[in-house]
């Protein structure tokens, strides 16, 4: 009876998530007038010329015309057609290619002489990103149950936090940034851990070695920049900051390796307490080493996915400047630098929690042997 109740109650919640999942996608398929922005959908495409063109490095590309018959869908022209310019490229690292169907924003919409005139401004891209949050929801909850359920909401309030924190040091001016994200760190690793793990042991434990690793890395690594004077570390490369950057860089840092060491810290806490479960008579040193043990294993595939995370957001940035003739060193330098950087913090705050949730575990849940 049991199982075909949780049966019957997984077949609702999916069925309820399937309608959920097809009234949002409607909804942001007929969502236009809600827009202030101008929208139209490609009605025809047609092509026009293609012109080579060739830097001073040799690169070659192809720039390519396309004329846009369009519709719009918003705003008091909504029905009418105009026709639109649009040049994109091979590689289109700025601009896209248009085809039959796609729904675009527009901008200089205006109407002269009975005529309609604007320029492309983009995709409309709100279906492609509510599908996506559907299926995480709809993965979270059929497959995880109450945990996948707590997960998410633990990510709804740590965005929620996240934009207050932002809202914060934009009123301030940036005055007080690290206050702001080191509050800020300590906020979501307690709402993180309270909603998955509740008011436990495990909760307290984990939240202990996350906390003190995360900082205690972050103050070897400031003592480290005071003692070499910051030398090789080129802040300016941080694009769009309308801040000082150094103390951003900083926050970025602590939010980074804050959630590797939360990881490391759940996974050898989770670790201890089936050894607990498994043979309650365990002592803390025998916890304390199989912590070790556990830190040990995956310390490195951690450290590993930390820097691959960190210089995959410098990918295609440092190929632009390797393709535009600057060297390996300039182009480490001003690309992947403070990605390594923040890679080696993290990878210091992995390797402190070992022993330190490996300690707040054991002391927890071990009996002194005699």
């Known amino acids: 009876m049991r199982n075909r109740y949780w049966s019957r109650k997984r077949l609702v919640l999916l069925v309820g998530l399937l309608v959920v999942g097809l009234f949002a996608m409607l909804f942001v398929s007929h969502n236009q007038r809600f827009y202030q922005r101008p929208i139209a959908q490609v009605e025809k495409v047609r092509a026009g010329s293609v012109q080579k063109t060739t830097d001073q490095f040799k690169n070659v590309d192809h720039e390519h015309q396309q004329t846009l018959t369009v519709r719009l869908l918003n705003t008091r022209y909504r029905g009418e057609e105009l026709a639109v310019s649009n040049t994109y490229s091979d590689s289109q690292p ?22 309609l005139s604007a320029n492309v401004a983009g995709y409309k891209r709100d279906g492609v990103i509510v599908f996506l949050l559907w ?64 008011p436990t042991k495990k909760m307290l434990a984990t ?18 920049f005071a003692l070499t004077h910051e030398r090789g570390i080129y802040y300016e490369s941080m694009q769009y900051v309308t801040q000082v950057p150094r103390p951003l860089f900083i926050a970025e840092t602590l939010l980074g390796s804050l959630g590797a060491v939360m990881d490391e810290s759940s996974d050898i806490i989770a670790t201890l ?19 070790r043990n556990v830190g040990k294993s995956i310390m490195g595939p951690l450290v590993n996915v930390l820097f691959l995370i960190f210089m995959a957001d410098t990918f295609t940035s440092s190929l632009l400047y390797i393709k535009n003739g600057n060297s390996w060193g300039y182009t480490f330098a001003m690309n992947m630098s403070l990605g390594t950087v923040q890679s080696l913090v993290s ?7 070992i022993p330190l949730v490996s300690a707040f575990g054991a002391l927890l849940l071990g009996r002194r042997s005699k």
């Open 347 to 353: 990878g210091i705050g992995i390797v402190l929690a």
């Open 273 to 291: 307490f089936e050894l607990k479960q498994l043979n309650p008579l365990v002592s803390w040193k025998e916890l304390f080493m199989s912590g």
């Open 207 to 224: 939240f202990g070695a996350t906390v003190i690793g995360t900082f205690v890395a972050l103050g070897i690594s400031l003592l480290v």
């Open 135 to 198: 299926l995480v929801c709809l993965l979270l909850l059929m497959m995880m149950g109450n945990a996948g359920a707590f997960a998410l909401l633990s990510v709804i309030v740590n965005a929620l936090l996240f934009v207050l924190a932002i809202v914060i040091d934009l009123k301030n001016n940036g005055e007080h940034v690290m206050p702001i994200f080191g509050t800020l760190a300590v906020i979501f690793t307690g709402v993180s851990l309270f909603l998955i793990l509740g």
């Open 94 to 115: 700025m601009d896209q290619k248009y085809k039959r169907g796609d729904q675009i924003f527009l901008t200089q919409l205006k109407k002269s002489r009975g005529k």
